[in-house]
Each structure stands twice: as structure tokens, then as C-alpha cells.
């Protein structure tokens, strides 16, 4: 899995050495010279290396949306196999773990059987119960 990173600090409009990108990146030296490898614009050729920020932000932005494995309705995403799985038997249960935070549908991976965990809004159910057999389990309270 790849490092986790913060962009929150970066400003697109300022020019950061490597060790101060690492810095308001949260991550270390190392990994933003390896981003530099992969393709991260840089100022010019010259040393010290320098990023703008927009740069940085373009390429991090990029990366991460390159990460993401967007699940098809009544698709899990299963941490063991780390990839988006059907449950098992296309069997799933509906729980609400709190009044306020919607609910969560548990099944087992259709590969290794491993149970799989998605949040789900109440109101998406219909869609859910056209493609998955969910079985409603009530509201489970701490
Ligand atoms: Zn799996």
C-alpha cells in the first residue's frame, strides 16, 4: 500500500526544497525523491531541487486518483485480496451501528472468504436488493 501523504499543507503558489515538501507532506525525504522519479515536475534541472507547489498538488492529485478502485453497486472491497470482490453466495447483512451514521453491509469475500465491510445510506438499499439477497439485522448499539 502506498505511504499516505497530506496535501493540505502545500500552497500551489510557493516553491519548496525537497526537505520542506517532505515536511508539510508528511512523508520523508526519500519518498519525495522517488515521486521525483516517477514524474513530479520540478523548477529546472538545477541542484537544489525545487517543486512548486501546483506541481506537487497536479502529481499527488493524480497519484491518488490513480489509487482509488471505485466498487459497482453490491461490491465489496476486500482488504485480503485488495480488490473489489462479490460477496459470497451474494448473501450480505444490513446493520446500523448508530442512529446518525447510516448503515453498513457485511459480507464474506467470494475469493477467500474473509469478511468484507461497505457503508451504505439506507436509502441506496432498493438499488442493493436488486443485484444482493440483504438480510436486515437491525440497529446494533454499542
Ligand atoms: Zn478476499
Not at 499527488?60 to 462479490?86: D, H, I, S, T
Request: charged share 25%; net charge positive.
Amino acid at each position: 500500500m502506498a505511504t499516505r501523504f497530506k496535501t493540505r499543507g502545500i500552497k500551489a503558489n510557493q516553491a519548496y526544497y525537497v526537505h520542506e515538501l517532505a515536511d508539510v507532506a508528511c512523508v520523508s525525504v526519500a519518498t519525495v525523491r522517488s515521486w521525483l522519479k516517477a514524474g513530479m515536475g520540478r523548477v529546472d534541472r538545477n541542484r537544489p531541487t525545487m517543486v512548486l507547489g501546483f506541481q506537487a498538488l497536479e502529481f499527488l492529485k493524480a497519484r491518488r486518483n490513480k489509487a482509488k478502485q471505485p466498487l459497482k453497486v453490491g461490491e465489496f472491497y476486500c482488504f485480503r485480496c485488495k480488490g473489489p470482490r462479490k460477496p459470497l453466495g451474494a448473501m450480505t447483512d444490513y446493520y446500523e451501528p448508530s442512529a446518525t451514521a447510516g448503515g453498513c453491509l457485511k459480507a464474506l469475500c467470494d475469493e477467500c472468504e474473509c469478511p468484507c465491510n461497505r457503508n451504505v445510506s439506507a436509502s441506496d438499499l432498493p438499488a442493493i436488493r436488486k443485484v444482493l439477497d440483504v438480510a436486515i439485522r437491525g440497529i446494533q448499539r454499542p
